[in-house]
Structures are given as C-alpha cells and as structure tokens.
C-alpha cells in the first residue's frame, strides 16, 4: 500500500509565506514526477508545481517568482515554498505522484495526497 500525506497547511495573511509538505510512505520503489495541484472553492483543480527525478522543475504561470518546489528523493518527499501569497492562493493543495511500486513488476501508480488547506485572509 503506498500513501501521500501532506502537511504544512494554514491561515496566513496577504504576502506571509507557508511552507507545505508531502511524504510518501509505504511500498515505494521510486517515485517519478511529484507535483503540487490546488483546488478553489467552485474551480477546477489545477497544477500549481511539477518536480522531476532529476530535479527540473515548471510552475504555473500565476505562482512563478513567488512558489518554490523542492524534493528530497531519500525521504520521498517534496515541498512547496510559498511566498507573498495572496488571497487568490486560498485552495486545497494537493501533493501528486507518479510512484513505481515495490517490486516493480507491480507497476506503476498515481498517488494523491489527502489534501491541505491553505488560507491567505487578512
């Protein structure tokens, strides 16, 4: 069984900063691309970051020069720095993954995480 937990979620104000997290747990060979989507009240769920195995990164247009994804592939994790948010960040971020499952021949599968909310309210 393979799971992707995020963490990091709050209220904060207009141009504060939050940092999220995703961890992925279980039988886990390796994990592929990893990325962060967001969900508005009455939207669609739309990408916010993609990461790489090897590290390339691509952002929506929206959070360029302001968000920040990182990953650590010993921990099966990945992160999203968040700065200068503003009230239009306000969502459910979701953590994403493209993970090989242990053993491989069990192939691959999409994670998703549970979801975090974040507010930016003054």
């Known amino acids: 069984q393979v799971q992707l937990v995020e963490s990091g979620g709050g209220l904060v104000q207009p141009g504060g900063s939050l940092r999220l997290s995703c961890a992925g747990s279980?039988?886990?060979?390796?994990?592929?691309?990893m990325g962060w989507y967001r969900q508005a009240p009455g939207k669609q769920r739309e990408l916010v970051a993609v990461?790489?195995?090897?590290?390339?990164?691509n952002y929506a247009d929206s959070v360029k020069g302001r968000f920040t994804i990182t990953r650590d592939n010993a921990k099966n994790t990945i992160y999203l720095q968040m700065n200068s948010l503003k009230p239009e960040d306000t969502a459910v971020y979701y953590c994403n993954a493209d993970i090989t499952r242990d053993p491989p021949w069990l192939g691959r599968l999409e994670g998703w995480g549970q979801g975090t909310l974040v507010t930016v309210s003054s």
């Open positions: 279980g039988s886990i060979f390796k994990i592929n691309d």
């Open positions: 990461i790489t195995i090897r590290g390339s990164t």
